[in-house]
């Protein structure tokens, strides 16, 4: 039998990541310590994780160009399409050569459909196929946020689907603007930074001494929205890997922090000991959690489909069904109910997810607004982010296009218990 080639088994990681995205219904994170047990190398495992993710990016696009050279359509599911979805995505935007894109495929296929397989990657490179810039959304996706947000956010999500995100940081205190001049950067509110991606994040001046930490500007608008602490308690619920619980902390707040994940619970503990901070963490699941004394403040950024942050996790666009995304609005509406009875009078409410879809936002807010003794707080928009605004009822919904350069999608409101 031939010798496999050096790097077949990178390739039969990003099929098995596939297969565990798309037909396990399974973040693309969660399947990587699975997917690439087999793996030694350090870059054999990014290298099978940017193969999946690319395929995720682009999958429309490359299953329109299988579609067109296949002439019975092969079924979505079928392992021959994922193999030439793998080889694809590598010969047409990763830079491989075609040869090896295909050589390094064709084992997975042994004792299968190598022939078709062979066949119709040598017929789309003959015809000297190319695929679309920018990148189609998956379309029930396109049809879902285009009725929710309009073709210009559209057009801006396929645009970010093309880039990769800048990287954006927030402070632990210091001034922004000389740390955007120190980290060759740009300031985009106080206490934050956007610098280019790059891989070697620990490298960076500041980060050892936990100067700051990675966090999309999106993602700091919660802990903005509950200002300076002053010794004031904060209950951050869903805390974990913990940037709002360092802002909150950061900005004077004594918090109390809680997430069932222990694993995740453990990044938070890391990232307190980098940064200095201390806050009172708890494992507990929020729907069992009991607090001993209300809060001056909540802030809940409830588990969501987390549709807003596809442009670093392409599976969202693939993985989060309609049935998904209702069953978590139920669950994040029963948090917030919990959330709210942990509020001392005259206390403020905040919530949050990282969601593009309206039934976990907006909904779950208008819902909590009537009958649980809470009044909608607008948010001034002299406050926020450029490109940032509060919506008419002075809420914050972050969409694609919204922020020059990108931001995630998510979704914000602040309460004052009566
Ligand atoms: C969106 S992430 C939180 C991100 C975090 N707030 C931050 O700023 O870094 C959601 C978190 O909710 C936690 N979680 C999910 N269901 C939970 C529950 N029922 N009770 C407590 N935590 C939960 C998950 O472990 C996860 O860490």
Redesign the pocket.
């Known amino acids: 039998m031939k010798p496999e080639s050096a790097g077949t088994p990178a390739r039969r990681a990003a099929l098995r990541l596939l297969d565990a995205v798309l037909r396990q219904g399974l973040p693309l994170e969660a399947a990587m310590a699975s997917a690439t047990a087999d793996l030694e190398r350090a870059d054999d495992r990014g290298f099978a994780h940017a193969i999946a993710a690319e395929v995720l990016r682009r999958l429309p696009d490359l299953d329109a160009l299988i579609d067109g050279a296949t002439a019975k359509p092969l079924p979505h599911d079928a392992k021959a399409r994922t193999v030439l979805r793998i080889a694809l995505a590598q010969a047409l935007a990763l830079g491989t050569a075609p040869h090896a894109a295909i050589a390094t495929v064709l084992p997975l296929v042994d004792g299968g459909p190598r022939k078709l397989v062979h066949g119709v990657f040598g017929t789309i490179l003959r015809n000297e196929a190319a695929l679309p810039v920018p990148p189609s959304l998956p379309a029930n996706v396109a049809k879902r946020w285009r009725k929710a947000w309009g073709e210009p956010a559209i057009d801006a999500a396929r645009a970010a689907i093309a880039a990769p995100p800048p990287l954006d940081l927030t402070l632990r205190d210091g001034d922004a603007a000389e740390w955007a001049e120190r980290l060759g950067g740009t300031s985009l509110a106080p206490g934050h930074v956007r610098i280019a991606r790059t891989s070697g994040v620990a490298e960076l001046p500041g980060f050892a001494e936990g100067a700051w930490w990675v ?1 999309d500007i999106s ?1 700091s608008l919660p802990a903005r929205l509950l200002g300076a602490g002053e010794g004031r308690t904060v209950l ?10 360092m802002q909150l902390a950061a900005a004077g707040w004594a918090v109390t922090a ?4 222990e694993t ?1 619970l453990a990044r938070l503990t890391e990232n307190l000991a980098r940064t200095g901070l201390s806050v009172d963490l708890v494992t ?4 069992a ?1 009991e607090p001993a004394a209300p809060f001056d403040a909540v802030l809940l ?4 489909s ?1 549709t807003g942050i596809f442009r670093r996790h392409p599976d969202v666009l693939h993985r989060v069904t309609d049935k998904a995304i209702k069953a978590l609005s139920v669950t994040q509406g029963a ?1 917030l109910t919990r959330a709210g009875g942990w509020v001392k009078p005259g206390g403020t409410l905040v919530y949050a997810v ?1 969601s593009l879809e309206r039934v976990e936002g907006e909904r779950v807010a208008e819902d909590f607004a009537v009958g649980h003794g809470f009044a909608l707080e607008a948010v001034e928009a002299e406050a926020l982010p450029a490109g940032i605004v509060p919506d008419e009822a002075g809420r914050l919904r972050v969409v694609p296009g919204m922020v020059a350069g990108g931001a995630d999608g998510f979704f914000v409101a602040r309460f004052r218990r009566l």
């Open positions: 966090q993602a951050d619920l869903c805390a974990a890997p913990g940037g709002k619980t809680v997430d069932s994940s995740r507990a699941d929020v729907m959690f950024d409830a588990p969501c987390a948090m990282c």
